[in-house]
C-alpha cells in the first residue's frame, strides 16, 4: 500500500525554481507534523524542513533558510516545498514523511540542479 507520494522533481538551472508535492495517507498525514528530507549519493538523509500538523510553525536548517518554504494542505492531505534560488548541492533525491515518527519511505523525487 503506497502511502506516500512524490513529484515535482526534475532538472533546473542554479538559481531557479521547483515546487515539490507530496500526498500522504490519512493515517500518517492528520494530525501529525510532516517534513521534507534529501538524500544525495554517499550522504545521509537530511532534514530540510520540517511544518507542524496545523501549519502554524515551521522549520529549516541554515542550509535552506530563506531559499525553501513548506506549507500543507490539510483538506488534501498534501505537504509541500517551494524550493526557489537552488544551488547544484541542492541536487538529491527528495522524500516526504510524517516528522515523529517516520513512517515507511516512499520513492521520492529527484531534483538535479545544474550549474
Known amino acids: 500500500q503506497v502511502q506516500l507520494v512524490e513529484s515535482g522533481g526534475g532538472l533546473v538551472q542554479s538559481g531557479g525554481s521547483l515546487r515539490l508535492s507530496c500526498t500522504a495517507s490519512g493515517s500518517i498525514f492528520r494530525g501529525n507534523a510532516m517534513a521534507w528530507y534529501r538524500q544525495s549519493p554517499g550522504k545521509q538523509r537530511e532534514l530540510v524542513a520540517q511544518?507542524?500538523?496545523?501549519?502554524?510553525?515551521?522549520y529549516y536548517p541554515d542550509s535552506v533558510k530563506g531559499r525553501f518554504t513548506i506549507s500543507r494542505d490539510n483538506a488534501k492531505n498534501t505537504v509541500y516545498l517551494q524550493m526557489n534560488s537552488l544551488k547544484p548541492e541542492d541536487t538529491a533525491v527528495y522524500y516526504c514523511?510524517?516528522?515523529?515518527?517516520?513512517?515507511?519511505w516512499g520513492q521520492g523525487t529527484q531534483v538535479t540542479v545544474s550549474s
Open positions: 514523511n510524517r516528522a515523529y515518527p517516520p513512517s515507511d
Open positions: 511544518i507542524s500538523s496545523s501549519g502554524t510553525s515551521m
